[in-house]
């Protein structure tokens, strides 16, 4: 069974920076395209970034694009998201995914395996 699980989030200063790290266990995280979802309070989940299995293509929304970026080392069956200058607006719990049926995939329903999410948290 595929598992995948968020390291912890945290709370931390507009402008300021956050890495996020999700671990794949239970399937060839190898061979997945992988992604970043984040959901706020009375929103619907949104996607982030995604990144195909061998790092040579990455997507990002436009509200992050310049600011996060999305890695994976597939030697150690992580993905990541670096988060800099953070704002309010990126307050959310962030989930990763893995394994879409398309490629490129920026809708949640096209990932078949999800994290339990953690909560990023940006005071102003």
């Given at each position: 069974?595929?598992?995948?699980?968020?390291?912890?989030?945290?709370?931390?200063?507009?402008?300021?920076?956050?890495?996020?790290?999700?671990?794949?266990?239970?399937g060839p995280m190898g061979t997945y395209a992988m992604a970043w979802f984040r959901q706020s309070p009375g929103r619907?989940?949104?996607f982030v970034a995604c990144i195909s299995?061998?790092?040579?293509?990455?997507?990002?929304?436009d509200s992050?694009?310049?600011?996060?970026?999305?890695?994976?080392?597939?030697t150690k069956n992580s993905m990541y998201l670096q988060m800099n200058n953070l704002k309010p607006d990126d307050t959310?719990?962030?989930y990763c995914a893995?394994?879409?049926?398309?490629?490129?995939?920026?809708?949640?329903?096209?990932y078949d395996y999800w994290g339990q999410g953690t909560q990023v948290t940006v005071s102003s």
């Open positions: 069974q595929v598992q995948l699980v968020e390291s912890r989030g945290g709370l931390v200063q507009a402008a300021g920076s956050l890495r996020l790290s999700c671990v794949v266990s239970g619907e989940r949104e299995w061998s790092s040579d293509s990455t997507f990002y929304s992050v694009k310049g600011r996060f970026t999305i890695s994976r080392d597939n959310a719990i962030y893995a394994h879409p049926i398309t490629w490129p995939a920026q809708r949640d329903y096209e």
